[in-house]
């Protein structure tokens, strides 16, 4: 599909409406050979990247960036671009979504605070019957440790489809091989070793009250 675009301040802007912005997004997910992402482009945007090339390069590499504004669109309008038209983000959340929930393709909610995407996820799942989420993931808001980083990574293309607890810590707590009686074994051999810890506690307490 051939996207037509506008020029402001460096960054190529889509201009289109919802149902185009949903429909492209759509056929790339049905082509399926390579990967791709939207922003949801608003002036603030814009602004941040004519003073910053780190920000203005990710636009520049996006497949597309919609007008999440009307100044923007009216841009495009005076361009000639009659038909262009705000693409709210949250409108285009909620149209792909739609299309997902028909078509089969798999959702990802990543970002928000602490359980905001996991609320989402079961909220968008009733509104869209149908609809598969894989996973969910809302990181901290910092940058990430080592250690974080290396259970992200752990987590693959398949995501967390279980969640962080599920995918990432179960099965460090219950790795790959423990069998029943491992764990039985595993189990006996801490209450044996906190028996004995407590048990010398309980002796040395006694001794130091024997003491004259």
């Known amino acids: 599909m051939d996207i037509p675009q506008i020029d402001v301040l460096g960054i190529k802007l889509a201009?289109?409406?919802l149902e185009i912005a949903s429909n492209a997004i759509a056929e790339w997910l049905n082509s399926g050979n390579s990967s791709r992402y939207v922003c949801v482009t608003d002036v603030h945007c814009i602004m941040q990247g004519s003073r910053r090339r780190d920000v203005k390069d990710a636009y520049r590499n996006a497949a597309m960036c919609v007008p999440d504004g009307m100044p923007l669109t009216w841009v495009g309008r005076l361009r000639g671009?009659?038909?262009?038209?705000?693409?709210?983000?949250?409108?285009?959340?909620?149209?792909?979504?739609?299309?997902?929930?028909?078509?089969?393709?798999?959702?990802?909610f990543l970002g928000g605070a602490e359980g905001v995407a996991d609320d989402l996820a079961a909220k968008m799942t009733e509104k869209f019957p149908g609809l598969e989420v894989v996973g969910t993931y809302c990181p901290p808001w910092r940058p990430l440790t080592e250690l974080e980083n290396n259970l992200r990574r752990g987590a693959g293309m398949a995501g967390y489809a279980d969640g962080f607890i599920g995918s990432l810590l179960l099965p460090i707590v219950y790795p790959h091989g423990l069998t029943r009686s491992l764990q039985m074994g595993l189990g006996m051999g801490v209450l044996l070793l906190n028996g004995f810890g407590y048990g010398l506690l309980l002796w040395r307490h006694r001794a130091q009250r024997r003491l004259p």
């Open 81 to 108: 671009y009659r038909t262009m038209n705000r693409v709210y983000g949250p409108d285009l959340m909620l149209s792909l979504l739609r299309i997902s929930a028909t078509s089969g393709f798999t959702n990802f």
């Open 15 to 17: 201009a289109i409406d």
